[in-house]
């Protein structure tokens, strides 16, 4: 075989694996608005970065990434948890907004009050603030 065969070959399976790789990223709130990735290994040195319209682009190029939010104008609590095969563990009512911290299928988490939590909606009267594991930053 041709050095220049041997070398079409070796390209063509970068390529695919690169292809196979770019079809494995995913959001975890993909029907949501203004989807944020938090990059850094704790809240305390978290950096926030805004998807803006292509949101997998943005994820493919981070490499520290440690969290994701979401905001949604309409959020039916009770199936986005279906949706999310979402647990509540607890929650904080707090003067203008309700915070739910969770249990779910997604794949950051934290241990906050003793409890794995790797999902935290915030509910409010315009809407809700979702993200894994938790929100940084506020809302």
Known sequence: MTVFKRCSLLL?????CFCFSLMEQRVCFGNGENITFYCGNS???C?????????IATKITLNDICGESAE???????????EV????LFCEEL?????????????YSINLYGKEIN???CLREDGAKVASPIIFGGY
Do not use: M, Q, W
């Not at 003067?95 to 794949?107: E, F």
């Open 95 to 107: 003067s203008d907004s309700v915070n739910y911290y969770c249990k779910a299928d997604l794949p």
């Open 12 to 16: 063509a399976g970068v390529f695919l």
């Open 72 to 82: 949604y104008k309409d959020f039916n609590l009770e199936e986005f948890l279906r």
């Open 43 to 45: 809240s305390s040195n």
């Open 119 to 121: 999902l935290h909606i």
């Open 47 to 55: 950096r926030i970065v805004e998807a803006g319209e292509t949101p």
């Open 85 to 88: 095969n979402g647990e509540i």
